[in-house]
């Protein structure tokens, strides 16, 4: 019976964790946290290349899921989104009419520029080539995912 879905939107985790990085982001996805007080600042996660957020693992657990479900699970590939709403509607059952409430699609630019002017070495491309070199195997399956899969 399919009287409900679930909604997994998932995205580049090099840009996930510039955008939202921290010890309580860590908590609320059961991370490998420890305590607050040793929680590293971005760049120092980066260079520690040790996946505590449990990005892989979560990212598996919806896509490559070890029992079957009783319910459909809509994963959502964020970068491929906008390019790709009828298959999202599609799969959501909702009416293609729906597309034109969508939100307009933005995005912030962090590199070296935004990192000196912020004084922020965590959102320097030295840390997201740390952060890349990391989660590449899952970088590149994001990047090979179609826009929307029910799985």
Not at 19 to 48: M, N, T, V
Not at 64 to 89: G, T
Not at 100 to 125: C, M, Y
């Amino acid at each position: 019976m399919d009287n409900y879905r679930i909604l997994y939107i998932y995205k580049d985790p090099v840009e996930a964790l510039v955008s939202r990085y921290g010890f309580g982001h860590c908590i609320h996805i059961q991370g490998d946290c420890g305590q607050e007080r040793d929680w590293p600042k971005l760049d120092g996660y980066a260079r520690a290349q040790a996946d505590r957020m449990k990005l892989m693992a979560h990212f598996n657990s919806y896509m490559h899921p070890e029992q079957q479900r009783k319910f459909p699970i809509v994963a959502v590939n964020y970068h491929k989104l906008w390019d790709n709403l009828p298959a999202l509607m599609q799969a959501l059952g909702l009416p293609e009419s729906l597309i034109q409430t969508f939100p307009p699609r933005t995005e912030t630019v962090r590199n070296d520029l935004t990192a000196a002017g912020e004084k922020n070495a965590a959102h320097s491309e030295a840390t997201r080539d740390l952060l890349g070199r990391m989660y590449k195997p899952l970088v590149e399956e994001i990047r090979q995912s179609p826009a929307v899969l029910v799985v």
